[in-house]
């Protein structure tokens, strides 16, 4: 079944990309699931990780990584496909029709020729 919505993520799936875009290294699973609990705002279950990861990588947002010594062995590390400004263009590029799509790269183009460079 084609995913319809590729760029609809959860607010678990949304907690566990910021949090792999803003360590800006592959992390596995338990790694993940810790600095979540670090945060004190969890949004997910430490038993649903394998679930979520899983589903990012259907929705080709995140992938392997390689692995990591985990206690007696080996954990999968994971990273993101994209960074966020990528995903966040890719977002609302796919929610919008073909003539919306258009203005909206039309708008973007203006907007970018009045924002001073640094």
């Not at 678990?12 to 979540?36: F, G, H, R, T, Y």
């Not at 999968?76 to 609302?92: D, G, I, L, S």
């Amino acid at each position: 079944m084609e995913n319809t919505r590729p760029f609809h993520i959860t607010k678990a799936e949304d907690q566990i990309m910021n949090i792999l875009w803003s360590v800006k290294e592959p992390l596995s699973q338990q790694q993940i699931v810790m600095v979540a609990s670090d945060s004190g705002e969890m949004t997910f279950k430490e038993r649903s990780i394998f679930t979520l990861l899983n589903g990012l990588m259907d929705k080709g947002m995140v992938q392997e990584a390689g692995f990591v010594r985990s206690g007696k062995t080996y954990a999968r590390t994971f990273q993101p496909t994209m960074t966020r400004p990528e995903w966040y263009a890719n977002a609302v590029y796919n929610s919008l029709d073909g003539k919306e799509a258009n203005e909206f790269l039309h708008i973007l183009r203006r907007l970018l020729k009045e924002e001073p460079t640094e």
